[in-house]
T-cell receptor
Framework: GQNIDQPTEMTATEGAIVQINCTYQ??????LFWYQQHAGEAPTFLSY??LDGLEEKGRFSSFLSRSKGYSYLLLKELQMKDSASYLC???????????WGAGTKLIIKP | ETGVTQSPTHLIKTRGQQVTLRCSSQ?????VSWYQQALGQGPQFIFQ???????GRGNFPPRFSGLQFPNYSSELNVNALELDDSALYLC????????????FGPGTRLTVL
């Protein structure tokens, strides 16, 4: 079966750092995506990892370990606008289908 | 370059009715994927179209159908609407030029009464 797990909700303080974890068990793997989704809006692309290691993009970084079926999204210098849900999605095999986690709701407090 | 667009933004229907949702893909993209997202859940894959052919389908009944046009825009049709069909319907386009990253439209919020 296909399974992607993320924490349901996390709380962090403005200016701090937060790490959102994602573990996956899928029958195939051809890359992992992170998306941000504000309430009532569509997901927006943040990062894509296909090889092991850390990808850094400004305040956001994403890490992948294929052997452990594990990824995390690291958000630095948190801002109030970062309050959103963060979705982890795995691309199976060579087709375009994405398997999605339920998302982690991140609450930023002043 | 225009992004992914969807229409309508919101829609209210009653049980048993039929609905058609539309999506225009991003310029240069030849693949469209449709998702259903219930409140507080991740998107659920409905199906995908690549160059006018269905290229994979999720666990949705046959009353969910679709098509893709030569300009790569797409439609999602849902027949015999049920209350549980109330959700945000998302369309995402992708193409090899963008490394297969899926870019989403704003979604259509469907309410079935």
């Amino acid at each position: 079966g296909q399974n992607i797990d993320q924490p349901t909700e996390m709380t962090a303080t403005e200016g701090a750092i937060v790490q959102i974890n994602c573990t996956y068990q899928t029958s195939g793997f051809n890359g992992l995506f992170w998306y941000q989704q504000h309430a009532g809006e569509a997901p927006t692309f943040l990062s894509y990892n296909v090889l092991d290691g850390l990808e850094e993009k400004g305040r956001f970084s994403s890490f992948l370990s294929r052997s452990k079926g594990y990824s995390y999204l690291l958000l630095k210098e948190l801002q109030m606008k970062d309050s959103a849900s963060y979705l982890c999605a795995v691309k199976k095999d060579s087709n375009y289908q994405l398997i999605w986690g339920a998302g982690t709701k991140l609450i930023i407090k002043p | 370059e225009t992004g992914v667009t969807q229409s309508p933004t919101h829609l209210i229907k009653t049980r048993g009715q039929q609905v058609t949702l539309r999506c225009s893909s991003q310029s240069g993209h030849n693949t469209v994927s449709w998702y259903q997202q219930a409140l507080g859940q991740g998107p659920q894959f409905i199906f995908q179209y690549y160059r006018e052919e269905e290229n994979g389908r999720g666990n949705f009944p046959p009353r969910f159908s679709g098509l893709q046009f030569p300009n790569y825009s797409s439609e999602l049709n849902v027949n015999a609407l049920e209350l549980d069909d109330s959700a945000l319907y998302l369309c995402a386009s992708s193409g090899t030029s963008d490394g297969d990253t899926q870019y989403f439209g704003p979604g259509t919020r469907l309410t079935v009464l």
